[in-house]
């Protein structure tokens, strides 16, 4: 098992990057606390609008609008794992996620490939998604396998469960898949208990991760709620990652967008932990700011590294770990 080194602790040496104070924080958690009880989330899903309901939340079913009570939050929060383990096929690849400690893989779901013997910038193939996990398992300086690209060649309706079973068949490190309703995640879950042995062995040791992304502002679609309670009541680890830009779907301050997208993951991991208490999650992030001029995700832009660095000091303040996505 494989424990990485620490970062953003307070000793002698190294570098660490708080874009807020500690009072900062503070005011970012309580506004998202007043955003979730006083504007609440949209949430799409009839089982999950049950489960925050039984759970304590104030639930409209008419506009599908919950408004969830500090109190269950911190709760959630709290009985949320501050560890998690990503298993590999093989041992020696497992993972130990805690706040502070980093590791590296690679980004999801690309649409277009190079190919590397012609050149050919065109869509990827099943056989790409096996050759990049098999690339990425080689790589020592990536501790997991995240679905890289999305075959074009295979029926789009399944294209998840093709893209997880070349994963699986070509990597023995942990593997991120990229289920989008309820039946892909039930369907990915067997998958994975056939290949450690059976569904035992996989809540002991399970190969696969799970996430989700709420839509900004503020809701829940129902193929992440299917995910999160799906992922949860199997023990399988689950990414709640927001997207919000801001000057799009966010505010445009820092602190502001900062609110909002806490206010989502916050309401993906109570979900969870409403489902069953203990289910590991990570707190998630690919939020950045929007180009104004072309209205697109402006990946890669100053604004980014400080939203990282932000939901990542964020996620620590909570004692989970994180999951951030950079460029």
Not at 103 to 115: A, L, R
Request: net charge negative; charged share 25%; with cysteine.
């Amino acid at each position: 098992m494989k424990r990485n080194l620490h970062a953003g602790r307070r000793r002698s040496g190294g570098l660490r990057l708080d874009v807020f104070t500690d009072d900062e924080i503070d005011d970012i958690h309580l506004g998202s606390l007043e955003v979730l009880q006083q504007t609440g989330v949209f949430v799409e899903d009839d089982e999950a609008l049950d489960i925050f309901s039984d759970g304590g939340c104030d639930v409209d079913r008419e506009t599908r609008m919950v408004r969830i009570p500090p109190y269950v939050v911190e709760d959630a929060i709290k009985s949320a794992p501050a560890s998690v383990v990503c298993y590999g096929r093989d041992p020696k690849n497992d993972i130990v996620s805690q706040p502070g400690r980093v590791d590296f893989c690679n980004f999801d779901e690309g649409i277009m490939v190079i190919d590397p013997y012609t050149g050919e910038y065109r869509q990827p193939t099943i056989k790409d998604v096996g050759d990049i996990a098999r690339l990425v398992d080689y790589l020592s300086e990536m501790g997991t396998y995240e679905s890289a690209v999305g075959a074009a060649d295979v029926p789009t309706e399944t294209a998840c469960l093709h893209n997880a079973e070349a994963a699986l068949a070509n990597t023995t490190k942990p593997v991120g898949t990229e289920a989008i309703s309820g039946y892909d995640a039930r369907k990915l879950i067997e998958m994975a208990a056939i290949v450690v042995g059976g569904e035992d062995e996989l809540h002991e040791r399970p190969i696969i991760g799970m996430g989700v992304c709420p839509v900004s502002p503020l809701k829940l679609p129902r193929d992440a709620t299917e995910v999160i309670i799906t992922a949860a009541r199997a023990g399988i680890s689950d990414t709640i990652l927001s997207m919000a830009m801001a000057g799009g779907s966010s505010p445009v301050t820092l602190a502001g967008t900062m609110v909002t997208h806490n206010a989502e993951v916050l309401a993906g991991i109570t979900l969870a932990q409403l489902a069953e208490r203990g289910a590991p999650c990570f707190y998630g992030s690919s939020t950045t700011a929007m180009d104004l001029r072309l209205a697109s995700a402006s990946v890669g832009c100053p604004e980014l590294a400080l939203i990282s660095a932000g939901a990542a000091q964020i996620a620590r303040q909570y004692r989970l770990p994180s999951y951030i996505a950079g460029a």
